[in-house]
Every structure is written in C-alpha cells, then in structure tokens.
C-alpha cells in the first residue's frame, strides 16, 4: 500500500476532474504506471444515476487496452474518488487508488492518496511480500511529500 499527502496549486475541482478522468493516465504516467503504447478505447459508462450523492462508472475494457481488466470509479462529492481495476481473472489482484480532495485556500487543495492491492489467494511473489513483511515495514518511505517550486510550504 502506498500512501501520499501533496499540497497542490489546483483547487479540489480542478484535481477531481482530473483523476477521475483516467484516459490521462497512459500519456501522464507512461513507463511507471501505464504505457501510451497499450491504449485502448476509453469508454466509459455511467453505472446509475447521478445524483448530489455522486455517481459511480465502469469502463468495462478497463485500461492497459484490457489486458488487466475492468475498472470502476466511484466519486462522492465534494472529496472522495475511488477507482479499482478488478484484475483478479487476468493479474491474480485488485488495484484500488483512493483519493481525498482537502480544499485549505481558494485555489489550494491538499491530495490524500492511498493505492492498495487485494490479492487472490496466493497472491504470487507480492502476496507473499505483503503476507510476511510487518505492516509498519510496508509503510517506510512511502510517505511522499512534494513541495512546488513555487511554495515555500513544506507538507508532511
């Protein structure tokens, strides 16, 4: 599990949109996280109604062009977006990224981000890490804090 906490220049509607919005992933995240080389069709598709409760979607390919499978992203507002790519069938795991939108001035916002991982039973070389490493261990150095160079303000 990797957690982080950044001070952002963008105000909390600024950074919603952009994270539940994961077409942005391949080209932003290419060689970490994504690969603009393995792009598929974005299609997403709202799973209900929306309403001042938030709304939930599903992209059934999900992304990667499918090679992991589905991904579904709920958000409710003003704050929370949560996106999991279920890649039990094709991976052996669930990836949850989970993000938190704290507004501390007009245009500022403080990101919270948790990405967790559900193994199935097993789980491979990384079920194994995540089963036998204590879990204060799991948690050393992933506490990233970015300053912008803008910012005087540290944030831990």
């Known amino acids: 599990m990797v957690c982080s906490c950044l001070l952002l220049l963008p105000g909390r509607s600024s950074l919603m949109e952009n994270v539940l919005d994961a077409s942005h992933v391949p080209f932003t995240h290419h060689k970490s996280i994504s690969n603009r080389n393995a792009i598929g069709a974005y299609d997403v598709r709202m799973s209900g109604p929306v309403s001042r409760d938030g709304f939930r ?16 992203s709920w958000y409710r507002p003003p704050c929370f977006m949560m996106q999991k790519i279920d890649a039990k069938e094709t991976k052996g795991y669930e990836s949850l990224v989970i993000v938190y939108s704290v507004p501390i001035a007009p245009g500022r916002c403080r990101l919270l981000n948790r990405n967790a991982f559900r193994f199935n039973k097993g789980g491979g070389i990384a079920g194994w890490f995540m089963k036998y490493i204590p879990g204060w261990a799991t948690h050393l150095g992933t506490q990233v804090c970015l300053i912008n160079p803008k910012q005087k303000e540290r944030v831990t």
């Open 57 to 72: 979607s599903m992209w059934a390919t999900g992304p990667r062009a499918g090679q992991l499978g589905p991904q579904s």
